[in-house]
Nanobody
C-alpha cells in the first residue's frame, strides 16, 4: 500500500522557521502533483500549498503566501514545506497528500493518498 510519511513538525516560537518533509513509499508517486494541507483544533482541514509533477505551478493559500515555500526532489521521493515567519495561527496538524495527475489542486477531494500528519505548534 502506498504511504506518505511526514516529518519535521515540532514546537517553535512565533517568528521561527520550520521545515516539513514528506516521503512517498512508492516511486511512481514522485512524478505526480502533491500538496500540503493543515487542520487546526476545532477547524476543518484547509489547503496550504501544492506543486505540480515537474515542480511547476506552485499554489499557495493567501494566509501563507510569501512565508511558506513548497518544493520537491523527485529523485529522493521527497516533498518539502519550508515555513518561515511562523505565527500562532499556523498551529495545526500538517498533512501531505498526493494525486495521480501532474496538475496541482487546492481541493482536498482531488487527492487520493494522504499521510498521517505531523503536529506544528507555534507559541506566541
Amino acid at each position: 500500500q502506498v504511504q506518505l510519511v511526514e516529518s519535521g513538525g515540532g514546537l517553535v516560537q512565533s517568528g521561527d522557521s520550520l521545515t516539513l518533509s514528506c516521503t512517498a513509499s512508492e516511486f511512481t508517486l514522485s512524478r505526480y502533483a502533491k500538496g500540503w494541507f493543515r487542520q487546526a483544533p476545532g477547524k476543518e482541514r484547509e489547503f496550504v500549498a501544492s506543486i505540480g509533477g515537474i515542480s511547476a505551478w506552485p499554489l499557495y493559500a493567501d494566509s501563507v503566501k510569501g512565508r511558506f515555500t513548497i518544493s520537491r526532489d523527485n529523485a529522493r521521493n521527497t516533498l518539502t514545506l519550508q515555513m518561515n515567519s511562523l505565527k500562532p495561527e499556523d498551529t495545526a496538524v500538517y498533512y501531505c497528500a498526493a494525486r495521480k495527475t501532474y496538475t496541482p489542486s487546492t481541493l482536498q477531494d482531488d487527492y487520493e493518498t494522504w499521510g498521517q500528519g505531523t503536529q506544528v505548534t507555534v507559541s506566541s
